[in-house]
């Protein structure tokens, strides 16, 4: 069509098939700079200004990350979040495979909507009233204290259940667990069952067949399950804040009382791009070892595994050791700097160098 | 591993997944103002309470405005990515939709600070649009996500047929393409729309003095007194999430079945 017309330059590109696409997914696209990418864009530089009282001091500083990063609150705060997140996404993964891998490998194909219809329900209810529903199950008067004192289990109420990071724990496991199931049902239900019978058929037993052919080749749903659980809970406002007391409360909290309650704005974001930088750096962290550790152990054997298994932990310790030690000697910015730059530089030329492995972490 | 054991373990996630939805309803009907066992017996005062509450019509009417305009919003954004994503390939591809994917995994508190902290500083009051507009952010990814899926079961060779017998690419669209997407369209709406209406983080802190829904029943929980009727609230809440979505499910499967394929999971 239009081929008499003149075409100029412009107009012939859009009619390409880049162009086209370009066109088309451009208005979500603006929508997002706009509305995502500029505003996050702020909040960094934000970070780097200061509050003084009812107007905020462009100059350009970097004290709001020393008292965040010196405090011992915000250090709590930020450590308690990452291993909320931590155990979170452990139980939810491990909870949620079994649940993935019985309706991927025995229910029925034209059952298996319906069984991911009910996972997925209780997702799209109200967060906020599951969570505050948790608070009532977990409350000193109820349902479990109940019971477990009907039957006679208990004298009185446990008055741990609620108010703690346990109960915060709990309660982002129960509302984060669709999310779990639904990325490593996609990955078991790509895998070629063929696959399957020839390890058999090759003389294989059930358990090595599931350990050497289901678990990697469903790897990539589980990672994708742990990005999916790990994010979005360590930044959780609403479980802390109902079910945390002040055993339980997260970054997140914090970040908004320095926003409406502290009227310090600059602070909030300086918390809110450590919150990020963090998470990123950790689970950039945690894949690349895990890699790593993956290709080791398949290549070396015999005593020298002892030394792959111990690598993780004298890594561990060495950066316990920066950021507890390094900033008396180094000064805090630099010595911090350095360890975020040595884990970025470290994970990348792992992820560059060493392969997917059978294990496609 | 065998089947029995494992359907037991599928059978109890399933029932600890819906325990506390299911005590939703049982303490909304109790007659007692303490939420607590053993249940008193049945009532429906606390329905009946929610009725003369104006605070909590304002709020309705606000969330019924900001959830059908993100519905609208995050479906025609979706819907015009969902086809580049699909049809086309263009320069920067796996970037450009990872990037508009993003809130999909972004801590909602980050998402909305970020906001709030822009508004504050151009000098917007926070009000209905402006959750309006964070809503349509976060749910563009899922309005995304259903269409993708229509529109990639959808069988390329009808609109290569429509071209070749002379129809306009607009013609083709509106006569082949939409009526072919249309069932996804309606579920994605009604995703939105159940996002929208369920979500608190933004427009708690994006909402001013135009409470949504959520953010009410946030500000109810503060008074014990009020619990019972927060209950009934939540029930009607959840039965209203839970109706729009076998409904988008329905439209899902209608989708499939024009497409002429088997039904192999759900969304996303």
């Given at each position: 069509?239009?081929?008499?017309?003149?075409?100029?330059?412009?107009?012939?590109?859009?009619?390409?098939?880049?162009?086209?696409?370009?066109?088309?997914?451009?208005?979500?696209?603006?929508?997002?700079?706009?509305?995502?990418a500029?505003?996050?864009?702020?909040?960094?530089?934000?970070s780097?200004?200061?509050?003084?009282?009812?107007?905020?001091?462009?100059?350009?500083?970097?004290?709001?990350?020393?008292?965040?990063?010196?405090?011992?609150?915000?250090?709590t705060?930020?450590?308690?979040?990452?291993s909320?997140?931590g155990?979170?996404?452990?139980?939810?993964?491990?909870?949620?495979?079994?649940?993935a891998?019985?309706?991927?490998f025995?229910?029925?194909?034209?059952?298996?909507s319906?069984?991911?219809?009910?996972?997925?329900?209780?997702?799209?209810?109200?967060?906020?009233?599951?969570?505050?529903l948790?608070?009532?199950?977990?409350?000193?008067?109820?349902?479990?204290n109940?019971?477990?004192?009907?039957?006679?289990?208990?004298?009185?109420?446990?008055?741990?259940?609620?108010?703690n990071?346990?109960?915060?724990?709990?309660?982002?496991?129960?509302?984060?667990?669709?999310?779990?199931?639904?990325?490593?049902?996609?990955?078991?239900?790509?895998?070629?069952?063929?696959?399957?019978?020839?390890?058999?058929?090759?003389?294989e037993?059930?358990?090595?067949?599931?350990?050497?052919?289901?678990?990697?080749?469903?790897?990539?749903?589980?990672?994708?399950?742990?990005?999916?659980?790990?994010?979005?809970?360590?930044?959780?406002?609403?479980?802390?804040?109902?079910?945390?007391?002040?055993?339980?409360t997260?970054?997140?909290?914090?970040?908004?009382?320095?926003?409406?309650?502290?009227?310090?704005?600059?602070?909030g974001?300086?918390?809110?791009?450590?919150?990020?930088?963090?998470?990123?750096?950790?689970?950039?962290?945690?894949?690349?070892?895990?890699?790593?550790?993956?290709?080791?152990?398949?290549?070396?054997?015999?005593?020298?595994?002892?030394?792959?298994?111990?690598?993780?932990?004298?890594?561990i310790?060495?950066?316990?050791?920066?950021?507890g030690?390094?900033?008396?000697?180094?000064?805090?910015?630099?010595?911090?700097?350095?360890?975020?730059?040595?884990?970025?530089?470290?994970?990348?030329?792992?992820?560059?160098?060493?392969?997917?492995?059978?294990?496609?972490? | 591993?065998?089947?029995?054991?494992?359907?037991?373990?599928?059978?109890?996630?399933?029932?600890?997944?819906?325990?506390?939805?299911?005590?939703?309803?049982?303490?909304?009907?109790?007659?007692?103002?303490?939420?607590?066992?053993?249940?008193?017996?049945?009532?429906?005062?606390?329905?009946?309470?929610?009725?003369?509450?104006?605070?909590?019509?304002?709020?309705?009417?606000?969330?019924?405005?900001?959830?059908?305009?993100?519905?609208?919003?995050?479906?025609?954004?979706?819907?015009?990515?969902?086809?580049?994503?699909?049809?086309?390939?263009?320069?920067?591809?796996?970037?450009?939709?990872?990037?508009?994917?993003?809130?999909?995994?972004?801590?909602?508190?980050?998402?909305?600070?970020?906001?709030?902290?822009?508004?504050?500083?151009?000098?917007?009051?926070?009000?209905?649009?402006?959750?309006?507009?964070?809503?349509?952010?976060?749910?563009?990814?899922?309005a995304?996500?259903?269409?993708?899926?229509?529109?990639?079961?959808?069988?390329?060779s009808?609109?290569?047929?429509?071209?070749?017998?002379?129809?306009?690419?607009?013609?083709?669209?509106?006569?082949?393409?939409?009526?072919?997407?249309?069932?996804?369209?309606?579920?994605?709406?009604?995703?939105?729309?159940?996002?929208?209406?369920?979500?608190?983080?933004?427009?708690?802190?994006?909402?001013?003095?135009?409470p949504?829904?959520?953010?009410?029943?946030?500000?109810?929980?503060?008074?014990?007194?009020?619990?019972?009727v927060?209950?009934?609230?939540?029930?009607?809440?959840?039965a209203?999430?839970v109706?729009?979505?076998?409904?988008?499910?329905?439209?899902?499967?209608?989708?499939?079945r024009?497409?002429?394929?088997?039904?192999?999971?759900?969304?996303?």
């Open positions: 069509m239009g081929d008499r017309r003149p075409v100029n330059a412009l107009s012939k590109a859009l009619r390409s098939d880049a162009g086209r696409g370009l066109t088309l997914v451009s208005p979500a696209l603006i929508y997002a700079l706009l509305l995502l500029a505003p996050l864009a702020v909040i960094v530089l934000f780097f200004w200061t509050q003084n009282f009812l107007t905020i001091e462009r100059v350009f500083t970097l004290d709001n990350y020393r008292t965040a990063l010196t405090d011992p609150l915000y250090a705060l930020m450590q308690r979040s990452i909320i997140a155990m979170v996404t452990a139980v939810t993964v491990i909870l949620a495979f079994p649940v891998y019985y309706i991927s025995y229910v029925r194909p034209e059952r298996k319906l069984w991911l219809f009910l996972i997925t329900i209780p997702f799209w209810t109200s967060y906020l009233i599951r969570v505050f948790w608070r009532v199950i977990l409350a000193f008067d109820g349902p479990v109940g019971t477990l004192m009907g039957f006679g289990v208990i004298d009185q109420p446990l008055p741990w259940l609620l108010y990071a346990t109960a915060v724990v709990i309660t982002l496991a129960h509302a984060f667990a669709p999310f779990a199931i639904l990325p490593i049902f996609v990955a078991l239900e790509k895998i070629d069952r063929a696959l399957l019978e020839a390890s058999r058929d090759l003389g037993s059930p358990a090595m067949t599931f350990l050497r052919v289901t678990l990697p080749l469903a790897m990539p749903g589980v990672l994708a399950a742990v990005l999916i659980v790990f994010i979005p809970t360590v930044g959780d406002y609403v479980t802390p804040r109902l079910v945390g007391g002040s055993g339980g997260m970054i997140a909290n914090m970040i908004y009382a320095q926003i409406f309650d502290l009227n310090d704005r600059p602070m974001a300086t918390l809110a791009v450590l919150a990020m930088t963090i998470v990123a750096l950790t689970l950039i962290w945690a894949i690349s070892r895990v890699r790593l550790w993956l290709w080791l152990g398949g290549r070396i054997s015999g005593r020298a595994r002892l030394l792959v298994l111990a690598a993780p932990v004298a890594e310790a060495l950066i316990g050791w920066v950021i030690q390094g900033p008396a000697i180094f000064g805090l910015i630099p010595a911090l700097l350095a360890l975020a730059g040595a884990v970025l530089v470290s994970s990348a030329a792992i992820l560059f160098s060493v392969p997917r492995g059978r294990f496609a972490v | 591993m065998t089947a029995r054991p494992l359907f037991i373990f599928a059978g109890l996630y399933l029932l600890v997944l819906y325990a506390p939805i299911v005590l939703l309803p049982l303490f909304a009907f109790n007659d007692g103002t303490v939420i607590a066992f053993p249940l008193q017996g049945f009532t429906l005062d606390w329905f009946a309470a929610l009725l003369d509450t104006p605070a909590l019509h304002d709020a309705t009417l606000n969330s019924l405005i900001i959830a059908v305009s993100t519905a609208v919003f995050a479906t025609t954004l979706g819907l015009f990515a969902a086809r580049a994503a699909t049809r086309y390939r263009f320069p920067l591809k796996g970037g450009i939709v990872g990037f508009i994917m993003l809130p999909l995994v972004l801590p909602e508190v980050i998402v909305a600070i970020s906001l709030l902290v822009v508004l504050m500083q151009i000098g917007i009051d926070p009000g209905l649009w402006t959750i309006i507009l964070g809503h349509t952010l976060i749910s563009t990814p899922f995304i996500a259903i269409l993708q899926g229509s529109f990639s079961n959808m069988d390329n009808l609109e290569e047929a429509a071209i070749d017998l002379g129809e306009t690419r607009w013609g083709t669209f509106r006569l082949i393409t939409l009526p072919l997407v249309t069932p996804g369209i309606v579920a994605s709406l009604l995703i939105c729309f159940t996002i929208s209406l369920d979500e608190f983080i933004i427009a708690f802190f994006l909402s001013g003095n135009a949504t829904l959520p953010v009410y029943l946030w500000g109810q929980l503060r008074f014990p007194a009020r619990l019972p927060v209950m009934a609230l939540g029930t009607i809440l959840v209203l999430s109706i729009l979505l076998m409904i988008a499910e329905t439209y899902r499967r209608r989708g499939l024009r497409a002429g394929l088997k039904d192999t999971g759900g969304f996303l």
